[in-house]
């Protein structure tokens, strides 16, 4: 007998093949947008990812670049996620990498959380 707190898993490639299909179609204001970094990256590891800063704020026009890689543990564990644009946040390292710890969406991760969300 299933209960309520069964979870349908799904495959890892499928699940990134909804995601990338989610990615290139666009979703919400436009402010976010991300990709493979390779067409033929039959893994679906690493990915680009673009945050527009918010407008009227100390971020408005601003383009930050992500790298992020999920790899063979992802989404049961959170991809490791980079800033390629400087960016100067208490939750990035001098190397623009995410603290894990830091980020509530990545420090509390759940399966269902997806490279959307963490953008």
């Known amino acids: 007998a299933h209960t ?5 898993v799904v495959p890892r490639n499928f699940r990134l ?3 990338l299909e ?10 976010v947008s991300y ?3 390779q067409g033929d990256d039959m893994m ?6 673009t ?3 918010p407008p009227r704020g100390p971020f408005e026009n601003q383009i930050y670049s992500l790298m992020i ?17 400087k960016v100067n946040l208490v939750c990035i390292s001098r190397d623009g990498e995410v603290q894990l710890n830091k980020v509530p969406v990545l420090k509390s991760w759940k399966y269902d959380i997806t490279i959307a969300d963490i953008l």
């Open 4 to 8: 309520m707190t069964d979870q349908v």
């Open 17 to 19: 093949l909804d995601e």
């Open 22 to 31: 989610k990615g290139e179609k666009g979703f919400g204001d436009g402010s």
């Open 35 to 37: 990709g493979l970094a």
């Open 44 to 49: 679906l590891k690493v990915w680009n990812g």
């Open 51 to 53: 945050i527009l800063g």
């Open 69 to 85: 890689v999920c790899d063979e543990n992802y989404p049961k564990k959170p991809p490791h996620v980079r800033f390629l644009t």
